[in-house]
């Protein structure tokens, strides 16, 4: 009952600026009581080419879609040299010899808040520019 309750309210609404409405609405309970006992059969899926799945077509497909490396990303651009008092910045060559655990740990040491996953070039992207702000405000 619920459910016919917000059927009619639904069309109700949509149909308001029109003529007919409470036609509409006896309308759309019968077809409701008619297609309550019936079932919807699923429809038959006949593969039109079975090379295309056997050997191999939807493998060289999927292959053919280019994809986005984290690799062809650009280096950001390298900080500044440190000062005297700043041994303990990275470089970008040194940072893309850590791992993403070491790397999202350095990072969460400089903004001092907990970081989640996130690709490597991201979090050395990141480390830079906390490092660049960091030698600024010094």
Known sequence: ???????????????????????????VEKRLEKLENTKRTPRKYVKKSEAFWCNGGKQAVARS??????????????PSPPTAGETELLNYE????????????KLSELQGKKI?????AQLIQ???KEQERRTRQQ
Do not use: Y
Request: proline share 8%; net charge positive.
């Open 116 to 120: 989640g996953k996130r690709p490597k």
């Open 65 to 78: 879609v280019k994809r986005k490396a984290v690799e062809d990303l650009p280096p950001p651009p390298l």
């Open 94 to 105: 040194t940072m893309m010899a850590m791992t993403v655990t070491t790397l999202a740990k």
């Open 126 to 128: 990141q480390i830079l």
């Open 1 to 27: 009952m619920e459910k016919k309750n917000d059927d009619f309210r639904r069309f109700f609404h949509s149909k308001i600026n029109k003529w007919d409405t409470c036609k509409d609405l006896l309308v």
